[in-house]
């Protein structure tokens, strides 16, 4: 086979129930000149011999077995081996729909200042069982312009990493996935942004998202919700350092004990903040840790204050950014939603 047009990175540990689906939905793609790098990281079910009988029956995918050593691992092995200039995710108990190479593979090379492409994606669960789960895709697949994933960017991940395709050179010049105490994808997506990498998600439902009970994400403790908040605080903290000026207050809109909590990762990063806002009268004018709380009628009506919204409550979000829009503030340059 001639060099592939794109390479699937599809490492799998222990999914006999589910590879197989997953597997034959990459194998009824529209775009035929893909390769499929397949790595098993130490299974001890079924799922070495299902890879086998998918590298027999297609030359395009190839199987590589290693003990187990986690995902991080997996991923950066299957990088190695890829040979195609562009790289998709996929993982082994989702669905790719027929098209999705197609049309994610044609976004990218008919535009080559874009350096990730993702899409919206189905959600494959249960939405009573899983409500939170349910709500974060719906949320997800309203982030798709460039700009839109830049400014959302530490709301939650803005991308489901199995739908990503992204230039092999991204990875030669800003780094591959770390292995670490955080989120591997959510730190990938913050660091090139950070560096200035334009993703964009194409329109279309070209994944299947599933949600079974045994997803990484619900056990690893590098998923809990304290690791997502120490890589958002990290590049955050970052982030105002370089673009927020030494002499602007910076405000977090959120005095709660559980969002100063969660924050306290700006404070140990260096940044002070030089008040809160909120909504309760039990806190508004009072002091919390040596910080003054405000009201939101305290706002100044010229955007003096960098605020960052820091409320957890997903239906507090765009009652907090309209209030800070009418009020003239500029979303990017005067606030920042981060919760």
């Not at 793609?29 to 990281?41: F, G, N, T, V, Y």
């Not at 939101?296 to 010229?302: C, F």
Request: include cysteine; proline fraction near 6%; aromatic fraction near 8%.
């Amino acid at each position: 086979m001639t060099t592939p047009r794109v390479s699937v990175l599809l490492p799998v540990y222990n999914a006999e129930t589910t590879l197989g689906r997953a597997i034959e939905s990459i194998r009824l793609q529209s775009l035929p000149d893909w390769e499929l790098i397949a790595i098993d990281d130490g299974s001890t079910d079924g799922t070495g011999e299902i890879l086998s009988a998918a590298a027999e029956a297609d030359t395009r995918i190839r199987v590589r077995r290693c003990s187990h050593r986690g995902l991080v691992a997996t991923l950066n092995d299957a990088i190695s081996l890829a040979k195609a200039p562009l790289l998709a995710r996929t993982d082994a108990d989702d669905i790719c729909h027929p098209d999705r190479l197609q049309i994610q593979v044609s976004h990218l090379e008919s535009n080559p200042g874009v350096g990730l492409v993702a899409s919206r994606v189905r959600f494959g669960g249960d939405r009573q069982k899983a409500v939170g789960y349910a709500r974060f895709v719906d949320w997800t697949n309203t982030v798709l312009s460039a700009e839109e994933i830049r400014l959302n960017r530490f709301v939650e991940s803005p991308l489901a990493h199995p739908s990503v395709i992204y230039r092999r050179e991204m990875i030669e010049r800003h780094g591959g996935y770390r292995d670490g105490s955080w989120p591997e994808d959510y730190e990938l997506w913050l660091r090139w942004l950070e560096a200035g990498v334009q993703m964009e998600k194409v329109p279309d439902e070209v994944l299947t998202w599933n949600d079974p009970p045994k997803r990484l994400s619900r056990q690893h403790p590098r998923y809990r919700i304290e690791a997502f908040y120490a890589c958002k605080c990290h590049y955050l903290a970052r982030w105002l350092a370089r673009h927020i000026s030494q002499d602007r207050p910076i405000v977090l809109w959120g005095a709660g004990r559980i969002t100063r909590k969660r924050f306290e990762g700006l404070n140990q990063a260096g940044i002070r903040l030089a008040g809160f806002i909120d909504i309760n009268p039990r806190k508004i004018g009072h002091l919390i840790n040596g910080i003054p709380v405000h009201s939101p009628s305290d706002l100044p009506a010229t955007s003096k204050w960098f605020v960052i919204s820091a409320v957890g409550n997903r239906d507090a979000r765009d009652p907090i950014r309209s209030e800070l829009t009418a009020r003239g503030y500029h979303e990017g340059g005067d606030f920042i939603m981060a919760a």
